[in-house]
Structure formats: C-alpha cells, structure tokens
C-alpha cells in the first residue's frame, strides 16, 4: 500500500525550532519529488516547500524562506522539514505529499501532523 | 504576483450539475489540478493536467480549461460530493499555488 505517514507535530513556542519527519512506503520513493503542504485551522491549503527527487533541487513559499529547510533520505525513504524561528502563523496541521511527476499534481498526502506555536 | 481566485462557495441540488471556477492572470499558459477535502481528511486529487482524471476517481468528476480559468465539473452531484475543492497550478518564480479554496454545499 502507498502511504505517506508524518510525525513531529507538537507544541512550541514562537522562536522555537522543530523537525517534522515524513515516512513513506509502498512506491519508490526516490523517484518522486515531494512536497509539505500546510493548513492553518480553518484555512485553505498553503504549499509550503518541495525537493527534488535526488534532494538537489529545493523551492520554498515567502512566507517560510530563510527559515524553514527540506531535506530527504532516500536510503531511509524519510521526507523532512526543518522549522526554525517559528511564529505564531506557523500554526497548522502540515502535510507531506507525493509528487506525481511532470506537473501533473500531488497524488498522494499523508494524514498531517499538527504544529502549534503558542506561548 | 501569481494568484488563483476561487468563489468562496457553491451550492447545487443533488442530482445537479457542480461548476467551479478557478482563475489567474497567468492560469492561460498552465496547467491546472484540482483537490477534493473532505472535513477531518486529507486532500484527494481528482483533476490533473486540467482534464484527466485518477484512477479511482468517479466520472462524474471533469475538469476544462479555456484562456485563464479552470473548471472543475461535477455532474450528477451526490450528497457525498460535498467538501472543499482546491485548484492548484504552477509557476515558475512561486513553483505551487494553491486557489483560495471552494466550499462546495449539496442542498
């Protein structure tokens, strides 16, 4: 079965730092880009950042450049997004998503991992 | 900067014809996907490449593309349709954009 399965979600504080993991299964996941996409509570989706099937490749929305990295282990098929100098607008439910190739959109999502940044 | 409009809602009586539009100055040379959420769920695609559909995805399920909009158009419309539709596309300086998303209701 392809899944994607997230984790790391938890509580912090503005300023903090987190790593949020993304495991997948059932495809090869290296030949994939893959992407997180986030949901602020009650929101729509906002695309968040991508890699390239090799990791070489990265691109990330405005709102979370400088601050927020993606890296993935193909050896691990584990997807990553490193958080730092998080805000209070970080706050969402954030998902890792598969990538179906040549611009034909993101096909598989995990079930989201929730981030909260509160004081 | 590149931007996907959506109406906030559409309402459609079972059985109806669902039409929602997505919009962008620059949509007309891209191509676009479309995103089904249902509450408590994970988005689903069901529209790729403006037309083409998944597999697993009903037939009722279509998508179109003329100038700079993008349709999603569900005919026959269930009660089990009702949830929020995202379109998507790609550009080159913000790589994914997301529309405002569509609160698609079945009265």
């Known amino acids: 079965e392809v899944q994607l399965v997230e984790s790391g979600g938890v509580v912090v504080q503005p300023g903090g730092s987190l790593r949020l993991s993304c495991a997948a299964s059932?495809?090869?996941?290296?030949?994939?880009?893959m992407h997180w996409v986030r949901q602020a509570p009650g929101k729509g989706l906002e695309w968040v950042s991508l890699?390239?099937?090799?990791?070489?490749?990265?691109y990330f929305a405005d709102s979370v450049k400088g601050r927020f990295t993606i890296s993935r282990d193909n050896s691990k098929n584990s997807l990553y997004l490193q958080m730092n100098s998080l805000r209070i607008e970080d706050t969402a439910f954030y998902y890792c998503a598969r990538d179906q190739g040549n611009y034909n959109g993101l096909d598989v999502w995990g079930q989201g991992t929730t981030v909260t940044v509160s004081s | 900067s590149f931007e996907l409009t959506q109406p906030p809602s559409v309402s459609v009586s079972p059985g109806q014809t669902a039409s929602i539009t997505c919009s962008g100055d620059k949509l007309g040379d891209k191509s676009a996907c479309w995103y089904q959420q249902k509450p408590g769920q994970s988005p689903v695609l069901v529209i790729y490449?403006?037309?083409k559909r998944p597999s697993g995805i009903p037939e009722r399920f279509s998508g179109s593309h003329s100038g700079n909009t993008a349709t999603l158009t569900i005919s026959g419309t269930q009660a089990l349709d009702e949830a929020d539709y995202y379109c998507?596309?790609?550009?080159?300086?913000?790589?994914?954009?997301f529309g405002g998303g569509t609160k698609l209701t079945v009265l």
């Open positions: 998507q596309a790609w550009d080159s300086r913000t790589a994914v954009l």
């Open positions: 490449e403006d037309t």
């Open positions: 059932g495809f090869n996941f290296d030949h994939h880009t």
């Open positions: 890699i390239g099937r090799a990791g070489t490749n990265t």
